[in-house]
């Protein structure tokens, strides 16, 4: 409650100090140490007393200042550990501040095993690594002068406006035209190819990615200028910058986020011809770019207003994949939403206006919510409704009562007053209600019908189900059918199998494959042309099956699949990494190599997601385990990503609980590094 109470007494400070205060225009002039992790340089702010005001505060959390200047001159200053703090040297108008900063950002600012330097300001807050504002409320114009190593690209916010080389370090300098708030204002440091294309409206969208990864490039991007093209023509009002970019960058904390121009996103999405059938960077991509005119041009005042942003986001992304992929698609994925919102309320008592909402209520029930506006005033009417928001409120902060008097002004029939009271205030998720628009669909009316036939015999669905897998309809119908046959008799079912991967649809197939438990010989060299599908999780999942079913051709498979690394978290080369060591296959010459492999995969060198599939494997393949797997494991204790370093603290724990494993644990103490050392000591003392 202590610290709910000071975070409630600085929002209503800084409230007061923007309604006194406004700062215009940031220029830094930094540079970035990545050995030491160290930012540091100098900041020049322009900014407007409006009303008398004692003290003007600057979020900086843990940085060091010197040489501090308003108007010129030198003045006294104090330094909180979390603020600059002035209280002499300015005057009402216009005034300039100038100071040097050095900071060691322990979040926000990320160095990447000294590959790559990334930031991300939502949730953790910029003034850890440049002093700015952790109220969104404060908009400002940002300018970089960036130096580092000339080897490397660096990007930011904006136009780049100039760059040059001197002595191997190289100074770029970009610019920005607009204000926006601090968390929105990143930086990207690594080793990168790009590409500009050109919008339909003339837009330069820039597209990064690693050398590594060139060929990668098509498929990861893939419909970009499509669903930029198709977005702004949608919500009917002109992007709101210059230019935009995306950049990929390795453990990344989300799937993406929304910069302003600058979209960074997660390496995971950056995928192969066949990896984009198994998980593509397309809703991502619309989200990310939907934000930014919903949280970039028109911002929430605060959390209790965060699915002005994130909902409109989400529902945007799903009327762009709309338009790529379909009406079905689109229908379904609503379906799908409706499910999770419905099960989730279940015990999930916080409604959409609340700053405390899930993430689940902010994004998906937010996007339902205008789901069911855009249904009852009509398409053209609620494009009118967001037009006119975000023409009146661009560059400025927002609440729910502010979009919703523009939906009124446009529909006057519209019932605002209830729409709140049962889309966001409301825990519950209103299922008639969704099901009832949801049910216009022909395709949505016939996946309802096909799950009623659970309540039947297989006897009396058999031939339905015949006509059902040899229709067009779209997937998730014949994905519910295979469903429905996973406990029938193999002998019953194998002529509806059969039909089901002629459909040579991938997501149909790779259901056949999972939901087969028992492989029999006469149905052997069927489902091994699984093997050869466009989709490596339809391929590991194959693999295992088929590896565990037949002993006698594990030689055959693995010799297959021994090439295959799959996607970014080669999941698909772990398997057969784990598999290789199950089998007689190989001479132990061999294993010794293939479980040097993985074991150099369980390493700080590569992403998260690449190390815990290895630890995962390494621990089946091999009991007990190598010594140098605990280290990394210990290691991953304090990566900086939480999903990590909660895989690696459980594992832990739960293999301390054997004593064998306490004791070399105990043993490796002396071995690690100080930091490793006391987060292992941490827990070997818990109990």
Known sequence: MRILFFLFLSFISFAQQTSKVDFKTAKGNISINVNQKKVFGTVNYVFEVKESIDTIKIDAQKMTFSDV????????????????????????????????????????????????????????????????????????????????????????????????????????????????????????IGDFYNKIIASKSGIPLQFFIQPKDTSKFEPTYRYSKQIFDYLEKEIGFNYPWKLYKQVPVEDFLYAGMENTTCTIFAQDFVVDEIGFNDRNYINVNAHELAHQWFGDLVTAKSGKHHWLQEGFATYYALLAEKEIFGEDY???????????????????????????????????????????????????????????????????????????????????????????????EDYHFPTDVANEILRKSTFMQTLFDVQQLRKKSFAE????????LKSDLFYPIKTEIIYQLKDVNFADKKELLELAMQTNDVKVRQSVAEFIDEISLEFKTKYETFLDDKSYETREIALIKLFNAFPESQAIYLEKAKNWYGNNDLGLRTTFLLLSQMSSTF?????????????????????????????????????????????????????????????????????????????????????????????????????
Do not use: C
């Not at 790559?116 to 807050?125: A, C, I, L, N, S």
């Not at 114009?141 to 960036?146: A, G, S, T």
């Not at 689940?360 to 029930?365: H, R, T």
């Open 69 to 188: 200047k308003i108007n010129k001159k030198a003045v006294k200053f104090s330094n909180s550990g979390k603020t600059l703090n002035l209280f002499e040297g300015f005057k009402k108008g216009k005034n300039t501040l100038t100071f040097y900063y050095e900071a060691f950002p322990k979040q926000t600012m990320y160095f990447v095993d000294k590959r790559q330097v990334w930031t991300q300001g939502q949730g953790k807050y910029t003034s850890h690594w440049f002093p700015s504002f952790d109220d969104v409320n404060e908009k400002v114009i940002f300018n970089m002068n960036i130096t580092f190593d000339e080897k490397y690209n660096v990007i930011a916010n904006g136009f780049l406006k100039n760059s040059y080389v001197k002595d191997n370090q190289k100074k770029w300098y970009y610019e920005m035209k607009k204000p926006m708030s601090s968390y929105l204002f990143a930086l990207v």
């Open 330 to 424: 689109f229908n379904h994925q609503l379906y799908r939403n409706s499910l999770q919102l419905r099960n989730a309320a279940k015990t999930d008592t916080i409604p959409v206006m609340n700053e405390k909402a899930s993430s689940l209520s902010f994004y998906q029930k937010g996007a339902w919510a205008l789901h069911f506006m855009r249904e009852k005033i009509g398409a053209k009417l609620f494009q009118k409704a967001v037009q006119n928001y975000l023409k009146k409120y661009q560059f400025k902060n927002v609440e729910t009562s502010d979009f919703l008097s523009e939906v009124k002004k446009v529909a006057p029939n519209f019932d605002t007053v209830a729409f709140q009271k049962m889309w966001l």
């Open 461 to 468: 669905n058999k031939d339905k189900f015949s006509e059902l």
């Open 587 to 687: 001479d132990e010459n061999q294993k010794q190599n293939y479980f040097n492999e993985l074991v150099d995969y369980t390493s700080s060198k590569y992403e998260s997601s690449i190390r815990q599939n290895a630890f995962s494997s390494a621990f089946q393949a091999k009991q007990p385990i190598d010594n140098q797997v605990l280290k990394n494991l210990v290691n991953a204790t304090s990566h900086h990503k939480w999903q990590m370093t909660k895989f690696a603290r459980d594992y832990i724990r739960n293999l301390l609980k054997t004593p064998l494993y306490r004791e070399k644990f105990e043993i490796l103490l002396s071995d690690l590094p100080e930091n490793d050392k006391n987060q292992l000591q941490k827990l070997l003392n818990e109990k």
